[in-house]
């Protein structure tokens, strides 16, 4: 996840409040919803994971806006001043296959210094990964306005054409084609494989500003002398174009810019940011019994205003809403000074949500948001009053017992990853692979490309770490194997199974004969039969699996000196495995 | 204690020991160990427990040693590469050319050079120039090649790394020829490696000295060391002293077969949820996208399902979906948010996603599958197991931990008994502050994490996560408007470490037979 790094100073700044480092750092900032990685005293920065639910708290100036809401200094919607920029861009019918959702916006009058501007950057980059997806979904271009010159068309290119090479960022005085900059330029070569058989670009009068998904023009690069923005999303859906669009000037707005539409004709005409306001009904009765706490509609209209939300109490049969100071130039479908829609028969908060915010899918986010405002910390934790009735699941009952046995038994438990190659599963263990492992697409470490089938090797891996130690070593594991299976809905089952082995001068097959016996006959397993096995991992003539009426329920025997050599072991292992759901069976459980 | 009771209360090792400091003055212990005809171990107990009571004192003295590099290693065995020219020459009756004599004598030619040199200076060799090619012919004696000290030396040395005087020692020589003689080897590469060893040596202190006075009359004496069944059965234990014992000498370890520590905590967690009327259940390892993501309202294309790295199977790599309905409604629910009052995330579900398996990364997996077979509410759940993420190796990560997860589906439930449950959850697992702060998760509303205060950092630790259970979640899956559906869970091996006080999650997995032995079983329960 995202880390966004918060600079105290700024902060303070933004908020127009005293507020110490440490109650940022240790209460205000995690109370808010996030976790704090890294806090610097010295050096005043702060640095946070907010959720993937908050994009908008990804830059310092949104972290802002929620506080003031959080400290109760500024509640509701802010005020963002919005006008027309009167400049005018043109979509053509070429990109519409390509990639074609394009939004616009002015943003006028920011100040940015070198801080600010990599705070921008790192924003932009947060955004991309968790609404763009990587820049496939949204991507942002951000320009200084003043070297652009208008109006401006979005079309799709023959990526080869020279009449729309032109200098990408970073590389001043080497013009390129668009194919050039995807073979050549660092973002090409990471974004390319996002740009399809024609290039999609950007163009003033004077040629391309930019190259969406992948990278702007020098000409329009943005410094620390830029005053006036131009930024333009592209992408595949509206919904994560217009949301990065509105997240961007929204934030840039907190810190007194002016947001400006632009007028897209073409293709489709739209006016962008459209700055559409979300309008929910929170049912009171529905607060109260989702946060356990006895609330007015009075106090919940409190809270979501704290959440920044513009919120009305409107009591059961009410027919006309308050006077709200909702700002006119945010866009509301429906006229919101009307009645409900609906006529409530009983009481709500009707909410209207800024279009920062993108994760309000239902009432009950606005009711978590009620809650954040509440502080989690003022919540008084009660029982539940459910009565329901404890019941162990009987296998791990079952495993238990077989573990305290084999402790009796002076056997050392030991605990291994499921995880593992078919190296270790069949090559060292003299066996061919039998088409039954399950296997990782997307494996990252050799040693780590498929389930177990079974956990002896597990166990002479643990001893062929321990050699150092002294004999003799008494080991057992039960865990979990897992195997494909055609009759299970996921396609394979796992199962648990008990392996025991037996090491050091002198041991063989008669004592791990003797533990296994020891073993069934604390489980009351009354009668068995042990039979000759042919088993490669073992030595032949020293292996016998025990059969329970006539059913197999495991097998034991002194372990193949080729399979102590894999595992660089010296002295003999007498080893076991057994099925545990049948020594279940078995012992009558 | 006068110095006589002192050794009575020795044990007859611990004499035998201070006898031979008397004897040599010092020794280290491996000395001791081979003059007295015991293992090391003991040994460096006694000396422990010797110096613990103030009869010896060991200081540190470095030395150097020798040991085989890798050639020297070879040469050891095979010998030296002009003793084998020198060889092969005898063998030809005294005479070879250059090529043929490194050839017999199995010697690399980039060795030629240096070979011929060694040859020249141990007098072994002449080179003789005939048509153009070189010759070499043997010169010295035969029994020279056989006597080569230098060899000898490397011979001693294949024993294991020692100082020139124990080198001097295993080949019973004079010490000045063994170094001029390593000095030799030394102008070789990779033949001889030099390296400082620190090394004990004990020596006795007056008390020593005192005790060890009387060590022989102690040993001789006639009483009972081992009660013995004959001492019983003819009663000669009457007639007889018993050897006193110094109880506080330290003894050998002795360990219990054990649970592994990881599976005590799993023991215990069980417990506490057993204790607080939760049912027990399991779900499987392999599970398909649909329960691990998108019945979770994880959609396929969001930040969230990448915020858990997951390991995708090529074998199997298809599940079935349930029944239709509730894939139905998953699947609107997804696109836009159905008939429960939800937005949705506004995309088109692809089904061939959710078939996909994987290895499950979360128990919530367990509990949704749960919820879709419950019959209820109201209902408690709570499952533990294994779950994977596509992490690489390190002290905070492995491919695959446990989890537990616990679920409450009532009507009457809210956010306080949400964070009620958790308190007295925490407090049962022996953590007695808990705070609350907002988190995010895909499939709960009002998430939490909870924190504890870990007494032995003084810090406030971050202990799983916790929410409600999203009516997108639940209302697929056929529960009405009324249920809510409070859960939590939080990762094993994390309070395992906490409690076992481990720094290092990969000892709870590729573990050391020591520390499993040695560390207390009564923590998991603490």
Same mark, same amino acid.
């Given at each position: ?72 200094? #500024?509640? /509701?919607?802010?005020?963002? &001043? ?5 400049? %005018?861009? !043109? =979509?053509? @019918?070429?990109?519409? $296959? ?106 003033? #009068?004077? /040629?391309?500003?930019?190259? &969406? ?5 020098? %000409?329009? !690069? =943005?410094? @620390?002398?830029?005053? $006036? ?120 908060? %009707?909410?209207? =949500? ?236 | ?526």
């Amino acid at each position: 996840m995202p880390v966004v790094t918060i600079r105290h100073d700024k902060l303070v700044e933004l908020l127009d409040e005293d507020v110490s480092f440490d109650e940022l750092a240790h209460e205000l900032i995690p109370m808010l919803g996030s976790d704090v990685e890294r806090i610097d005293e010295r050096e005043g920065v702060i640095e946070t994971e907010f959720f993937p639910n908050r994009p908008d708290l990804y830059s310092v100036e949104g972290v802002a806006r929620a506080l003031k809401g959080f400290m109760g200094l #500024e509640t /509701g919607l802010p005020e963002y &001043p919005v006008g027309d920029s009167g400049i %005018r861009a !043109r =979509v053509e @019918e070429s990109v519409l $296959d390509e990639r074609p959702c394009l939004a616009l916006a002015v943003v006028r009058g920011v100040e940015l210094d070198e801080w600010d501007l990599e705070h921008l950057m790192e924003f932009q980059e947060h955004l991309h990964w968790v609404i763009g997806r990587d820049r496939r979904k949204a991507a942002i271009g951000i320009h200084d306005l003043d070297a652009v010159e208008p109006p401006l068309r979005y079309l799709a290119v023959d990526p080869d054409d020279e009449d729309w090479a032109f200098e990408p960022l970073d590389h001043p005085g080497e013009e390129m084609t668009p194919a050039e900059v995807l073979k050549r330029h660092e973002k090409g070569r990471e974004y390319g494989h996002l740009v399809g058989e024609r290039a999609p670009i950007l163009a003033d #009068e004077e /040629g391309p500003i930019s190259l &969406p998904p992948v990278i702007n023009s020098e %000409r329009t !690069r =943005v410094t @620390e002398d830029t005053t $006036d923005l131009l930024i333009d999303v592209t992408g595949t859906g509206w919904r994560p174009v217009l949301d990065a669009l509105h997240v961007i000037v929204c934030n840039l707005a907190e810190r007194g810019a002016k947001i400006e539409r632009v007028e897209i004709v073409g293709a489709y005409e739209r006016i962008t940011p459209t700055m559409e306001i979300d309008v929910w009904d929170v049912p009171v009765r529905e607060a109260r019994r989702l946060l356990g706490v006895e609330l007015s509609g009075e106090e919940l209209e409190e809270l979501l205003s704290r959440a920044r939300h513009e919120a009305v109490f409107v009591p059961e049969g009410e027919r006309e809403l308050r006077e709200l100071p909702l700002p006119d130039h945010f866009h509301v479908e429906a006229d919101w000074r009307e009645l409900p829609p609906v006529l409530h028969d009983e009481d709500v908060v %009707r909410v209207f =949500v800024g279009p920062w915010r993108t994760n309000i899918l239902h009432e009950w986010d606005l009711i978590e948001d009620a809650g954040i405002m509440y502080n989690y910390s003022k919540f008084e934790p009660r029982p539940p009053r459910v009565y329901t009735e404890s019941r162990a699941d009987e296998e791990r009952e079952f495993i238990g017992l077989v573990r305290d046995i084999l402790a009796r038994l002076k056997f050392v438990e030991v605990n291994s990853l499921t995880l593992t190659s078919p190296e270790m599963n069949y090559r060292k263990m003299r066996l061919e692979p039998d088409g039954r492992a399950v296997k990782i697409a997307n494996p990252i470490q050799r040693e780590y490309t498929m389930v177990r089938t079974w956990v002896l090797p597990s166990l002479l891996r643990f001893l062929s770490d321990n050699k150092h130690r002294p004999y003799p070593q008494r080991v057992f594991e039960v865990g979990e194997v897992a195997e494909l299976d055609e009759e299970a809905e996921t396609g394979a089952s796992d199962r648990w199974k008990l392996a025991l082995a037996v090491a050091g001068p002198g041991t063989g097959f008669s004592e791990i004969k003797s533990v296994v016996e020891a073993l069934l006959r604390e489980l009351d397993v009354r009668e068995w039969e042990v039979k000759e096995l042919d088993h490669p991992s073992f030595i032949n003539g020293r292996c016998a699996e025990v059969l329970v009426n006539g059913l197999k329920i495991g097998f034991f025997g002194e372990i193949h000196p080729e399979v102590l050599e894999e595992f660089d072991l010296e002295v003999p292992v007498a080893a076991g495995e057994f099925e545990i759901s049948a020594l279940r069976r078995a012992a009558g459980w | 204690m006068e110095p006589r009771e002192l050794a009575e209360r020795l044990g007859e090792r611990d004499l035998k020991i201070l006898l031979a400091l008397r004897e040599r003055g010092r020794a280290t212990p491996e000395e001791l160990a081979r003059e007295l005809g015991y293992d090391e171990g003991p040994v460096m107990r006694s000396l422990y427990w010797l110096e613990e009571r103030g009869l010896i004192e060991s200081e540190e003295s470095r030395e150097r040693v020798y040991e085989l590099g890798e050639e020297g290693e070879e040469y050891a065995e095979k010998g030296l590469p002009e003793l084998r020219v020198a060889r092969a020459l005898v063998e030809a009756g005294g005479e070879l050319g250059l090529e043929e004599a490194l050839e017999r004598a199995g010697v690399p030619k980039r060795l030629a050079g240096p070979t011929l040199g060694w040859l020249r200076r141990k007098g072994l060799a002449e080179i003789k120039r005939e048509d153009g090619e070189t010759r070499l012919v043997f010169v010295g004696e035969e029994e020279a090649i056989e006597e080569d000290l230098d060899q000898r030396v490397l011979e001693a040395l294949s024993e294991g790394p020692a100082s020139v005087e124990e080198v001097a020692s295993r080949l019973d020589e004079d010490v000045e020829k063994v170094r001029e003689a390593l000095e030799r080897l030394s102008e070789r590469e990779n033949v001889v490696e030099e390296r400082e060893v620190r090394r004990r040596v004990v020596r006795l202190t007056d008390r020593g000295e005192e005790v060890a006075e009387c060590a022989e009359e102690v040993l001789e004496r006639d009483w009972i060391t081992e009660l013995k069944p004959e001492h019983l059965r003819e009663g000669t234990w009457r007639e007889k002293e018993f050897k006193p014992y110094d109880v506080r000498a330290p003894t050998k370890p002795s360990y219990p077969g054990k649970r592994h520590p990881l599976r005590e905590v799993i023991e215990e967690i069980r417990r506490v949820f057993l204790e607080m009327g939760f049912k027990e259940v399991s779900g499987p390892l392999v599970e398909s996208s649909f329960w691990n993501f998108d019945a979770l309202f994880q959609p396929q294309d969001h930040a969230a399902r990448e915020m858990q790295d997951t390991f995708y199977l090529e074998e199997p790599s298809e599940a079935e979906l349930p029944d239709e309905k509730v894939v139905e409604r998953v699947k609107s629910v997804h696109e836009d948010g159905g008939d429960v009052g939800s937005r949705g995330w506004g995309y088109e579900w692809d089904e061939g996603i959710a078939r996909k398996t994987v290895l499950r990364t979360h128990t919530t997996a367990v509990s949704v599958r749960k919820l879709y077979e419950a019959e209820g509410p109201p209902l408690k759940l709570f499952s533990i197991g294994r779950v994977y993420r596509r992490e690489t190796v390190d002290y905070k990560h492995l491919p695959e931990f446990h989890q537990c997860e616990g679920i409450v589906l009532a009507e009457d439930v809210s956010f306080r008994e949400l964070l009620g449950i958790l308190e007295e959850f925490y407090k049962r697992m022996g953590f007695e502050e808990v705070r609350f702060r907002p988190a995010y998760f895909p499939y709960t509303v009002l998430s939490v994490e909870p924190e504890v205060y870990f007494e032995e950092k003084g810090e406030w630790v971050e202990l799983g996560g916790a929410g409600i259970f999203r009516q997108e979640v639940l209302r697929p899956l056929g529960f009405d408007e009324d249920v809510v559906c409070l859960a939590w869970g939080l990762g094993v091996e994390r309070l395992a470490m906490m409690k076992l006080g481990i720094d290092d999650i990969r000892e709870l997995y590729m573990g050391d037979l020591k520390t499993l032995l040695e560390l207390p079983s009564a923590r998991a329960r603490r």
